[in-house]
């Protein structure tokens, strides 16, 4: 059995962001990277012993980053404002990083717009951490390499 590299682990600190070289930042949370196989059922006349599983097409659930708000929170109301009032797709990196910063790994997205862009909720009543959320949507991942 072979053992893993530590500096290789899965272990992660942070996820750094870039949408088409544009460097977003660093986040501290990531949820959402998946995709699924929708499945469509069948059921077959005379044929009592299963329903047919037949493969449809992949779905592609939406990627929420998470962070403090931080002097990086300007570079996503700057890539907001880079578009114009248009949104078009385009291509993301997350890169998942450990305590030395080494990369972990990197999932390339394809088709990536934004979705939302939610704020810190601000009280005085309330002395949480102002923290920020990006969800972008996209249409899958692309092959390591290519």
């Not at 329903?51 to 890539?79: C, E, S």
């Not at 790994?105 to 990006?134: D, R």
């Amino acid at each position: 059995m072979a053992v893993a590299d530590p500096a290789q682990t899965a272990v992660t600190v942070y996820f750094e962001v870039r949408v088409d070289g544009r460097d977003l930042g660093a986040f501290t949370g990531c949820d959402g990277l998946g995709c699924e196989v929708v499945i469509e059922q069948r059921e077959e006349g005379g044929v009592n012993g299963f329903v047919h599983q037949l493969p449809g097409r992949i779905k592609y659930t939406n990627v929420k980053l998470t962070r403090p708000v931080n002097a990086d929170t300007a570079k996503i109301a700057g890539w907001f404002a880079s578009m114009n009032g248009t949104v078009t797709r385009t291509q993301a990196e997350i890169i998942a990083k450990n305590h030395d910063a080494v990369p972990v790994h990197t999932w390339t997205l394809t088709g990536v717009i934004p979705v939302k862009w939610q704020g810190p909720s601000l009280s005085v009543e309330s002395p949480k951490v102002a923290t920020e959320t990006l969800e972008l949507a996209h249409h899958g991942f692309l092959e390591q390499g290519a």
